[in-house]
T-cell receptor
Framework: EAGVTQSPTHLIKTRGQQATLRCSPI?????VYWYQQALGLGLQFLLW???????NRGNFPPRFSGRQFPNYSSELNVNALELEDSALYLC?????????????FGPGTRLTVL | AQKVTQAQTEISVVEKEDVTLDCVYE???????LFWYKQPPSGELVFLIR??????QNEISGRYSWNFQKSTSSFNFTITASQVVDSAVYFC????????????FGTGTLLAVQP
């Protein structure tokens, strides 16, 4: 069974640009989560999508946004990039069969903002 | 508010030693879930275990074991007879489920197993 996939692996942007990161969940999973792992800040929850709807959002500015498509894949968009947005962005997916089901993570997209 | 504390930033052991990674959590919810994840140098988080707040039984899986104690709000992870392949950052996480479902991570413990 294929795991969570993310693209691209690496992304280099300049300050002020927009970045789009993509995630495909494990087949059968309907929930997708996004986390940011920045140096010195640890793993921070960004967004949770389920059945195409945004269910919860972490403490991030509105320029972090995303969506979930009918096939449950997801996009994370970061507008007006700032230097501190440089981080590893991890996507995870889970099924809905139980509360707080284990989340399975993808390999991440490393975003570098110059 | 929920919080996870992993006080050990780095641990270095020699192969075949046993090592325990500490995790202390804070939550006022009576229903919650605890997790451990491993992050090898490749970066991908690997799920190790999920435990709910009503199940205080310790669990053993091969060389891995987990000790959950509600009285001390701890969920410690022990690796027996460590191996070089165990070298990674280990994260403890908390979720209170329901409307949030997010994982609240500790800061991680870097485990280095020397040959």
């Amino acid at each position: 069974e294929a795991g969570v996939t993310q693209s691209p692996t690496h992304l280099i942007k300049t300050r002020g640009q927009q970045a789009t990161l993509r995630c495909s969940p494990i087949s059968g999973h309907t929930s997708v989560y996004w986390y940011q792992q920045a140096l010195g800040l640890g793993l921070q929850f960004l967004l949770w999508y389920d059945e195409g709807e945004e269910r919860n959002r972490g403490n991030f500015p509105p320029r972090f946004s995303g969506r979930q498509f009918p096939n449950y894949s997801s996009e994370l968009n970061v507008n007006a990039l700032e230097l501190e947005d440089s981080a590893l962005y991890l996507c995870a997916s889970s099924g809905r069969e139980r509360l707080s089901a284990e989340q399975f993570f993808g390999p991440g997209t490393r975003l570098t903002v110059l | 508010a929920q919080k996870v504390t992993q006080a050990q930033t780095e641990i270095s052991v020699v192969e075949k030693e046993d090592v325990t990674l500490d995790c202390v959590y804070e939550t006022r919810d009576t229903t919650y879930y605890l997790f451990w994840y491993k992050q090898p140098p490749s970066g991908e988080l690997v799920f190790l275990i999920r435990r709910n707040s009503f199940d205080e039984q310790n669990e053993i899986s091969g060389r891995y074991s987990w000790n959950f104690q509600k009285s001390t709000s701890s969920f410690n992870f022990t690796i027996t007879a460590s191996q070089v392949v165990d070298s990674a950052v280990y994260f403890c996480a908390l979720s209170v489920g329901g409307a949030t479902n997010k994982l609240i991570f500790g800061t991680g413990t870097l485990l280095a197993v020397q040959p």
